[in-house]
């Protein structure tokens, strides 16, 4: 049994606009199992934070650890082994940011999950969807207007984000699959996207009866269905089919966010993706028609933000990057935070980020029976966010389910 005692920490998770007086917090075998002051010492080795803000690790609810190139299409073809190896430095380089656990949206497979856990990759805690399920030249089918291309091919590929379902018989025995091979829960293309080819951002995708047919085997499989969606329309069908997690929804109408609210979906904005991919995205190798569409969702994601907060949707922390841009993930927090409350911010990647992978009580939160992610941070984040940026440069210690990550304590 490990024992650790940390002293004098003052906590920040989004809960309260101000850090915690400081408290005691024992950890035992990898979980927080008590919290207090002057907390007996026992046999555990102590570290005294001398009041220095702690936050539980940080959660990004929608990341694609694979995707190791901006153009996706390419990156599908890789080789598997070059595919895992560059995720493996991705997910280490999200860890050393303080990201303890993400949610994969797309591509990851159940051996990367397996990897991270046995210790053979070093990064978050990864939950997993598996492959997309797309239609027929929907967002993740990246072969354009003239490749006829079997799209099985890409059933193996770790590369490749999504699998193409067409109609109900489909999209059920796909979804099947994809939960045998692990999946923790089911994603589904339901718009247009920005990185694809041949689908404007407005196209609606699959019908009512296919989102149905998704809807009801991901709850067959006691889990739920997150979408990729833009436009108000798709958005709205989506909810009324049951989908729970709306990912991005950058044209939301307030009597759409009104729906979520009542239904109690979860919201994940990607923000910064749009802001880098606007700047740098044809220097990278974003086709042309991909940063043609950037625009159209651009601006209006950020007036999305208002919007959500103020009606109360649970929104999670997202970024959504892709290829050279994950080195910019911690960038989300700026860029919310310029439209947000610093502490809505910071709640949107800890307390309510947990919410949206429906794991309150294990992640997000300092509280007994919760994991030991932690981050110690130089500074009051709730002031400057920007202490949450710059990979990980004010954060000298950084902690996984009890296991010291990294450690520049003086």
Avoid at 74 to 82: E, M, W
Avoid at 178 to 201: C, H, R, T, W, Y
Avoid at 224 to 248: F, K, M, N, P, W
Wanted: charged share 20%; aromatic share 4%; proline share 4%.
């Amino acid at each position: 049994m490990t024992d650790l005692l940390i002293r004098n920490a003052r906590i920040v998770d989004g809960t309260s606009s101000e850090p915690s007086d400081p408290v005691d917090l024992r950890i035992v075998d990898g979980k927080i199992a008590e919290n207090g002051t002057q907390l007996a010492q026992g046999s555990a080795n102590v570290i005294d934070l001398r009041g220095a803000v702690v936050m539980p690790g940080l959660i990004d609810c929608h990341v694609h650890v694979i995707a190791t190139t901006t153009n996706l299409g390419a990156n599908a073809d890789l080789p598997n082994s070059l595919v895992a190896a560059r995720a493996g430095r991705i997910m280490e380089g999200m860890l050393m940011r303080g990201f303890t656990t993400v949610r994969d949206l797309a591509g990851a497979d159940h051996g990367l999950v397996v990897a991270l856990e046995e210790g053979t990759l070093i990064g978050p805690r990864l939950v997993i969807c598996g492959k997309a399920l797309s239609q027929t030249g929907g967002h993740t089918d990246y072969r354009g207007r003239y490749n006829t291309r079997d799209v099985s091919h890409y059933k193996n590929q770790l590369g490749a984000l999504g699998r193409i379902a067409d109609g109900v018989s489909e999209v059920r025995r796909v979804a099947r699959e994809e939960l045998m091979s692990g999946a923790q829960f089911i994603k589904i293309m339901a718009n247009g996207g920005v990185s694809s080819p041949s689908d404007p951002v407005a196209w609606l995708g699959y019908s009512r009866e296919e989102l149905l047919a998704a809807v009801e085997e991901a709850q067959k499989a006691q889990t739920y269905v997150a979408a990729h969606l833009y436009t108000d329309q798709a958005v709205r069908i989506a909810l009324e089919c049951g989908v729970r997690s709306i990912e991005h929804g950058n044209l939301m109408r307030p009597d759409t966010i009104e729906l979520a609210r009542e239904k109690n979906a979860v919201v994940v904005p990607t923000n910064i993706t749009y802001d880098l991919l606007a700047r740098e995205g044809a220097s990278w190798g974003l086709p042309p028609e991909s940063v043609a569409k950037i625009e159209d969702v651009r601006e209006a994601g950020l007036q999305c933000l208002e919007a959500l907060h103020k009606s109360g949707v649970t929104m999670g922390f997202g970024t959504d990057l892709l290829g050279e841009m994950h080195p910019h993930q911690s960038e989300e927090f700026i860029l919310r935070g310029q439209r947000l409350p610093a502490q809505s911010v910071i709640r949107s990647a800890t307390v309510d980020a947990a919410k949206v992978l429906q794991m309150e009580g294990q992640i997000g939160t300092l509280a007994p029976g919760a994991y030991a992610d932690l981050i110690v941070v130089d500074g009051n984040p709730l002031e400057d966010l920007g202490l949450l940026t710059g990979q990980g440069q004010h954060m000298p210690l950084i902690m996984q389910a009890g296991r010291i990550i990294k450690n520049t304590l003086s």
